[in-house]
């Protein structure tokens, strides 16, 4: 019994780095608000871009709060399939977070050239997302 829980833990141990481990992951990016659109990020088989962060609607009378979205296009260029997390947050100029948003691509198939949007839909004070003075964005292809 011993035994077992001393295997146990140490295969705990040693798994965390084998679960990290990733096709790509692009680290963490500082990006103005301004060239966000124009980004273009390509790894693990995988070609990110238009990604836009815009607001889904007009502000409505007496509310705070406005539907944001966040949205990318994948394209996978390989003949596996791919998973892809995408994770944004906003910071203002004390770089604190303004925003935080995140999107997860699945593109089956066995064929390249499949193209996948994802759009996250989520609500913020309109002044926040003016303070925002950069975006930090992360792409991760498992």
Known sequence: MRRTLITAVIALA????????????SGWRR???GDLVNLELT???????NFVVAPVGPQREGQALVNYSFSAT???QVEERRSVRVELVGVNADRMPTITSSLAFNIGGTQPNRTSIDRHRFV??????EATEAYMLRVMVP
């Open 14 to 25: 040693v798994a965390p780095q084998a679960v990290t481990a990733q096709e790509f992951d």
């Open 31 to 33: 990006i103005a608000p």
């Open 43 to 49: 790894g693990g088989g995988i070609r990110l871009n």
């Open 74 to 76: 994948a394209l996978k």
């Open 124 to 129: 913020a004070l309109p002044a926040d997302i």
